[in-house]
């Protein structure tokens, strides 16, 4: 079994000149799949205003991006949403205008981005890029039923694992108000989902998140409501089955990366308090890498004050992660957004703003394990849903002659 996987950032090209590129070398394999997130941020380790959270799937051929904000410092709320079904990152000004947006392509030992719209700013943008030949990918769209109760949703067949991402948009390409940003992911065995949402057009903030490890896609709208949560039933040969709850009639888009191939485990962590040191997380297997994705809340499966994302990934060498707030319940904005070289998953305040608690790096062993460091801690035991894709494994065989 070959599987492979890195975790990395770069600095998107400054140039401005449309299809201008950005090529990453030395990943030492062919990539078939990459999930790319960014906060937009110009400085590594640094708070700035605006809430923003982007992020964006790619197999090469097929690419989905999804995008969110809300506007620092306004009396009157500013907060915008947008789903693009051919473009695998995009970056956005803090009203939702386009600045940047690209494909990319994979090839040996590397993938190249191509802006196909530019613009000056050096944002940081992180990713995880996976290869092998026991790996299959296919990234594409589904819709959410309009009724509640079980739903077949035809992706590749036989699946492994599966992430999703939703803006809550029936209507793609299309800049839409309030904010939101859903991201789940699940195996055969575990699921999980995190999410947030913003109103638009308020003079007194409202601004939520939730955090489950028993549905694998959430949706919040305005008024502290779902409008469609889905829990994993199985991989079949066609693609997947869900079951829904609270759905609105609404046919919302839904991207997604599916996996075929390779060794995967979900679960759900809880984050260090009182003292900084490490946290042990007994698995299945060795990992190769982790992803892992938190609204920053101690609560599973209920809707809590404070619009708050984090999402992260560690290969156990490289460590990236990105933050984004907008606080609840006040007459002035308050939106911060946070990424970092060397923190897998951050925890923070927005009207500080300041660090909470950070997941500093990752270690992977034997045991089976992962070690988690937390160099920033709280009072707060924080949940977080991870994903782990295991090791390469070689078992020698007796060769007859």
């Not at 575990?190 to 999410?195: L, M, S």
């Not at 007194?204 to 469609?228: K, P, Q, V, Y």
């Not at 042990?280 to 297997?285: A, R």
């Not at 897998?344 to 790096?361: F, H, N, R, V």
Request: charged residues 15%; hydrophobic residues 35%.
């Amino acid at each position: 079994m070959v599987t492979n996987v890195k975790v990395g950032s770069f600095v998107k090209n400054t140039g401005g000149v449309t299809n201008e590129k950005n090529t990453i070398t030395g990943l030492g394999f062919t990539p078939k799949g990459i999930k790319f997130e960014t906060s937009q941020n110009t400085a590594d380790t640094t708070f700035q205003t605006t809430c923003v959270m982007s992020m964006g799937y790619s197999d090469g051929t097929n690419h989905r991006s999804i995008y969110t904000s809300a506007k620092h410092a306004l009396t009157t709320t500013e907060t915008y949403r947008y789903q693009n079904n051919t473009k695998a990152i995009m970056i956005r000004a803090s009203n939702g205008s386009l600045k940047a947006e690209g494909t990319v392509a994979f090839s040996a030992g590397q993938f190249e981005i191509t802006w196909t719209t530019a613009d000056t700013t050096a944002n940081i943008i992180n990713y995880i890029v996976f290869g092998g030949d026991d790996l299959t990918i296919e990234v594409g769209t589904t819709t959410e039923p309009t009724s509640n109760g079980s739903n077949h949703h035809a992706m590749q067949g036989d699946s492994d694992f599966l992430m999703m991402a939703s803006m809550q948009n029936a209507t793609e390409n299309s800049l839409k108000g309030n904010s939101a940003f859903a991201e789940g992911m699940c195996t055969a065995s575990n699921e999980g989902a995190a999410t947030m949402w913003s109103d638009d057009a308020v003079t007194t903030t409202e601004a939520m998140r939730w955090l489950s490890s028993s549905h694998c896609l959430g949706i919040i709208n305005t008024g502290d409501t779902f409008t469609g949560k889905a829990s994993f039933s199985s991989f079949d040969g066609t693609g997947v089955n869900l079951t829904w709850t609270d759905t609105d009639g609404a046919a919302r888009k839904i991207y997604y990366m599916a996996i075929k191939g390779g060794e995967w485990e979900v679960g759900l962590g809880t984050g260090k308090i009182t003292t900084i040191g490490d946290v042990t997380v007994s698995t299945s297997f060795k990992p190769a890498a982790v992803m892992m994705i938190s609204c920053g809340h101690p609560t599973n499966d209920a809707i809590q004050t404070q619009a708050r994302f984090s999402s992260g990934f560690s290969d156990g060498t490289n460590h990236r992660g990105v933050w984004a707030g907008d606080k609840d319940a006040v007459t002035t904005t308050a939106c911060q957004k946070y990424i970092s070289d060397g923190h897998a998953i951050i925890w923070a305040e927005e009207s500080t703003p300041a660090l909470q608690s950070t997941l500093d790096d990752v270690t992977f062993n034997s045991t089976p394990e992962m070690i988690l460091h937390y160099d920033v801690v709280d009072s707060s035991a924080r949940l977080f849903i991870w994903a782990i894709l295991k090791e390469n494994s070689f078992t020698p065989r007796m060769m007859t002659f």
